[in-house]
């Protein structure tokens, strides 16, 4: 059974620095791609980023809004993905999904909420 | 990037009923090399995490009832919902997988 698991949320200052986790089980990690999906309270999701596999380079691709502010990685040796975010702004609180795309359908963890306040 | 289109905003049904949701997409979905079609559909409830309950266009994830069905005539796209029951009170969004950013519908929020 495919798992996802995600941690590392939590209240973070205007400007601020945060790094999630996303812990993977049950399926072919390190030939997978990892997304990353938010949602604000009230709204629907918005994709953030996406890291691919070493195949391809683990590259990577963020939504235009996140350029240059969050970084992902992984770790193909531990099955886990990170979401580096820096310079933190209001409206990046929302609840952070990871999500794995396979030929059996897409495959969510349950979130960690990322809240930026003063 | 690809724009999802989905309508109503909100659907009142009575218990028993047919729901109808649906998607436009602003490019083609199909992959012509697999005949596929890059469009899922989630079932979210308030304080939990979207739900899978449709991919590839039509395919149903394991474990959700034969009462949700997906269909598509181009780059329309149906979800449909027969025999509406209590628990399927919920926001529904569409979602193409066919191209990065990954985009969603606005939703549609069903009541019963």
Redo the contacts between chains.
């Keep these: 059974e495919v798992q996802l698991v995600e941690s590392g949320g939590g209240l973070v200052q205007p400007g601020g620095s945060l790094k999630i986790s996303c812990a993977a089980a049950g399926f072919n990690f390190s030939a997978s791609a990892i997304h990353w999906v938010r949602q604000a309270s009230g709204k629907g999701p918005e994709w953030v980023g996406r890291v691919r596999s070493k195949n391809k380079n683990f590259a990577t691709d963020y939504l235009e809004s996140v350029k240059g502010r969050f970084t992902l990685s992984r770790d193909d040796s531990e099955k886990k993905a990170f979401l580096q975010m820096s310079r933190l702004k209001i409206e990046d609180t929302a609840v952070y999904y990871c999500v794995c795309i396979r030929d059996d359908g897409a495959h969510w963890g349950r979130g960690t909420m990322v809240t930026v306040s003063s | 990037d690809i724009v999802m289109t989905q309508s109503p905003d909100s659907l009142a049904v009575s218990l028993g009923e047919r729901a109808t949701i649906t998607c436009k997409s602003s490019q083609t979905l199909l992959d012509s090399s697999n005949r596929k079609k890059y469009l ?1 559909w989630y079932q979210q409830r308030p304080g939990q ?2 739900k ?1 309950l449709i ?2 266009t039509s ?1 149903r ?2 474990g959700v009832p034969d009462r949700f069905s997906g269909s598509a005539s181009g780059t329309d796209f149906t979800l449909t919902i027969t025999g509406l029951q209590a628990e399927d009170a919920a926001v529904y ?1 569409c ?1 193409q ?1 066919f191209d ?8 549609t929020q069903v009541e019963i």
Excluded: E, R
């Excluded at chain 2, 990065?100 to 939703?107: A, K």
């Design positions: 899922a995490p979207p899978l991919y590839w395919s994830q394991s969004y979602q997988y990065i950013p990954l985009t969603f519908g606005g939703g």
